[in-house]
Nanobody, 125 residues
Framework: HVQMVESGGGPAQAGGSLRLSCTAS????????MAWFRQTPGKEREGVASVDDNNRATYAEFVQGRFTISRDSARYIQSLQMNSLKPEDTAMYYC????????????????????WGQGTQVTVS
């Protein structure tokens, strides 16, 4: 079993930056697809970015060019650098891992991820 704990959320000004981190514990995450999702009240959780063991990343169109996902599997950490933040980026951000699918198959679909963190709130004003 893998436990995921996010950190780094908080308030930010439009145009500013935040860096989210997710630390995994339990089973090694080598080979897992890692991702970030976000959710606002009343809306479905949506995929933001995913990254594989070789740091090959996939991004949702709405963060392309602004967010950067990375991982250090040896240290069980993945990060999301968020730049040029917009008020519409306000959401609860969740890190996730998929032990069942590689990133090409998992894509950014919530159903393919079987480990989730509790979330960290990002508020952009």
């Amino acid at each position: 079993h893998v436990q995921m704990v996010e950190s780094g959320g908080g308030p930010a000004q439009a145009g500013g930056s935040l860096r989210l981190s997710c630390t995994a514990s339990g089973n090694p995450i080598s080979g897992y697809c890692m991702a970030w999702f976000r959710q606002t009240p009343g809306k479905e959780r949506e995929g933001v970015a995913s990254v594989d063991d070789n740091n090959r990343a996939t991004y949702a169109e709405f963060v392309q060019g602004r967010f950067t996902i990375s991982r250090d599997s040896a240290r069980y950490i993945q990060s999301l650098q968020m730049n040029s933040l917009k008020p519409e980026d306000t959401a609860m951000y969740y890190c996730a891992a998929s032990s069942r699918y590689d990133c090409a198959s998992a894509s950014l679909m919530t159903i393919t991820y079987n480990y989730w963190g509790q979330g960290t709130q990002v508020t952009v004003s």
